[in-house]
């Protein structure tokens, strides 16, 4: 099988956890052909937008998408600004249909002691939060910001349609499926009228599998449950708004974000019939650590893990990356985001080639 592979690193530390994901892919002795192009800040003072003109179509063209992360400070520090890295991201999710974005949390008994949570809560958690990417409160109209003080006033509608539900959550249950048979869907049904909609469907869906079990959680219990008790849950499916909060959320239960993988996936299909994805770690451009050799690429690494799983059906390879993760941490190796007494701390080149090392 060639694996046409679509490599967009961005910015600030992106580069440089991208080179190691692609050395754990080259260590697999797999077949791959790589496309590259700018995106970000780095596409904006090339090209003069967050998207070269041709990006898009290397996209559409590849398999799958590796993407590293966006940013830079002086956009940071104008919020304002006509052109911003961030629509790298937004762009490719639209122009590549991808509408459900899926990111695992999971908590290693290696690294249990870094979450902020007790080990008896944290440990055995293994949960995907699944967000809704296109619709919501972010897309929706009508959407302004008007007038002057003292009668200034906003709004954002959180639009959506049957259609764009019943997807997300048929993806859900597939997903609980192939784990352990469980999903709870996010609203606020109690008050919001979008809310309403969100669990009336989510539920017609929920009676075509009837060997999965199903629940309604307001997203702001979910939020407390999930720090309560999160080996509780499997999959959990949400719409925008909430899924963006939620999965920030959660990623705090593992104790770094440096560790997280994300896909995020259509229906559109590839070369193999499979989902063509994008695949990031959920991390930003960390552009206080740029160039220092210290960034943890194990987030980028099992981002390229999620990739061979969901866009080539490779699930042998890709448990191998994972396995080889989980023995580098029990071995004692960490990057310096997630240290602790008796470690050793390696560089992000270093921790590339450990997790080469012990693919086995």
């Given at each position: 099988m060639n694996l046409n592979i679509a490599l967009f690193p961005g910015d600030g530390i992106g580069p440089e956890v991208f080179s190691e994901a692609i050395k754990v892919l080259e260590a697999l002795k797999l077949d791959c052909s790589f496309t590259s192009s700018d995106v970000g800040a780095c596409a904006i003072y090339k090209h003069g937008a967050a998207l070269a003109s041709n990006t898009l179509e290397i996209a559409r063209n590849a398999d799958a998408v590796l993407f590293g992360a966006v940013g830079a400070p002086e956009f940071d520090a104008n919020p304002k600004a006509p052109v911003r890295p961030e629509q790298a991201i937004l762009g490719l999710r639209k122009g590549l249909g991808l509408f459900a974005n899926l990111r695992p949390v999971k908590v290693y008994e290696a690294l249990i002691d870094s979450s902020p949570l007790k080990p008896e809560i944290v440990r055995g958690t293994d949960v995907i939060i699944l967000r809704e990417l296109t619709g919501g409160s972010y897309f929706g109209e009508p959407k302004f910001n008007r007038g002057i003080k003292p009668n200034r006033e906003a709004t954002d509608a959180n639009y959506y349609t049957e259609a764009e539900i019943r997807r997300l959550m048929v993806m859900a249950f597939e997903l609980a499926r192939g784990r352990r048979n469980k999903v709870t869907s996010a609203d606020k049904a109690n008050v919001m009228a979008s809310g309403r909609l969100w669990r009336e469907v989510a539920n017609e869906v929920r009676s075509e599998y009837p060997d999965?079990?199903?629940?309604?959680?307001?997203?702001?219990?979910?939020?407390?449950?999930?720090?309560?008790?999160?080996?509780?849950?499997?999959?959990?499916?949400?719409?925008?708004?909430?899924?963006?909060?939620?999965?920030?959320?959660?990623?705090?239960?593992?104790?770094?974000?440096?560790?997280?993988?994300?896909?995020?996936?259509?229906?559109?299909?590839?070369?193999?019939?499979?989902?063509?994805?994008?695949?990031?770690?959920?991390?930003?451009?960390?552009?206080?650590?740029?160039?220092?050799?210290?960034?943890?690429?194990?987030?980028?690494?099992?981002?390229?893990?999620?990739?061979?799983?969901?866009?080539?059906?490779?699930?042998?390879?890709?448990?191998?990356?994972?396995?080889?993760?989980?023995?580098?941490?029990?071995?004692?190796?960490?990057?310096?985001?997630?240290?602790?007494?008796?470690?050793?701390?390696?560089?992000?080149?270093?921790?590339?080639?450990?997790?080469?090392?012990?693919?086995?």
């Open positions: 999965v079990h199903y629940e309604d959680v307001f997203a702001d219990a979910l939020a407390m449950h999930l720090l309560r008790a999160p080996r509780n849950y499997d999959v959990c499916a949400m719409d925008n708004l909430f899924g963006d909060i939620l999965s920030d959320e959660a990623s705090q239960i593992t104790g770094s974000m440096g560790m997280l993988p994300s896909a995020s996936l259509g229906d559109d299909r590839n070369r193999h019939g499979l989902r063509r994805g994008l695949y990031e770690p959920i991390h930003g451009a960390a552009h206080d650590i740029t160039g220092k050799g210290v960034a943890n690429p194990l987030a980028m690494i099992l981002s390229s893990a999620l990739m061979l799983r969901w866009s080539f059906g490779l699930h042998d390879q890709a448990s191998r990356i994972e396995r080889a993760v989980e023995k580098v941490l029990a071995d004692g190796l960490r990057c310096g985001d997630i240290k602790s007494p008796g470690t050793s701390v390696l560089g992000t080149r270093e921790m590339g080639d450990a997790v080469a090392a012990r693919l086995g």
